[in-house]
T-cell receptor, first 114, second 117 residues
């Protein structure tokens, strides 16, 4: 089984809808991240969490919110989806005890907002 | 703030040949980590190779090696004996040695590599 899972893998929604992307990990890592990937822009950090009680905004947090329900779960919400939030979304994890804090990525969620 | 630049949006290589992908970065820090990630059509992000800035020796992983030039702030990836499975998007990434928000990854915009049979 994959160490970092994301659900759903693909989602099509309409403008104005609320949508939640979920991420779960079995690696036992304390740190979790949400990224957005757009063609020609690379990956950009939306939110990150260093433990259950810690939530931090990344480079592009506007229009998004997150919840760290447990050490293993980190959800990303779009309260009112808009078309320019159409993108590939990645969850990642890392271990504070790991020297270089290597990040391990989930398989990604392809979100389309019509 | 640190930045990572990949100046080649697309590259092409003949199977079995060698190709080098470029990456430059800007930082005022002396200690940091650099990474190359591969994203094949499956879209999974796969770590290819990493380099610790304080290590002068260039990292190598099988057919993948880097040319790390700290003074020039350059971190290029060399793929030898290219295979069809190497076709992917490649991302260069920087991470500060220090923790907290400075420890987050900063990605370049990527280079799409095609491998011709």
């Amino acid at each position: 089984d994959a160490d970092v899972t994301q659900t759903p893998r693909n989602r099509i929604t309409k403008t104005g809808k609320r949508i939640m992307l979920e991420c779960s990990q079995t690696k036992g890592h304390d740190r979790m991240y949400w990224y957005r990937q757009d063609p020609g822009l690379g990956l950009r950090l939306i939110y990150y969490s260093f433990d259950v009680k810690d939530i931090n905004k990344g480079e592009i947090s506007d229009g998004y919110s997150v919840s760290r329900q447990a050490q293993a779960k980190f959800s990303l919400s779009l309260e009112s989806a808009i078309p320019n939030q159409t993108a590939l979304y990645f969850c990642a994890t890392s271990d504070f005890k790991d020297r270089d804090h290597e990040q391990f990525f989930g398989p990604g969620t392809r979100l389309t907002v019509l | 703030a640190q930045t990572v630049t990949q100046s080649q949006p697309e590259m092409s290589v003949q199977e079995a040949e060698t190709v080098t992908l470029s990456c430059t970065y800007d930082t005022s820090e002396s200690d940091y980590y650099l990474f190359w990630y591969k994203q094949p059509p499956s879209r999974q992000m796969i770590l290819v190779i990493r380099q610790e800035a304080y290590k002068q020796q260039n990292a190598t992983e099988n057919r993948f090696s880097v040319n790390f030039q700290k003074a020039a702030k350059s971190f290029s990836l060399k793929i030898s004996d290219s295979q069809l499975g190497d076709a992917a998007m490649y991302f260069c990434a920087y991470r500060s040695f220090y923790g907290g928000s400075q420890g987050n990854l900063i990605f370049g915009k990527g280079t799409k590599l095609s491998v011709k049979p």
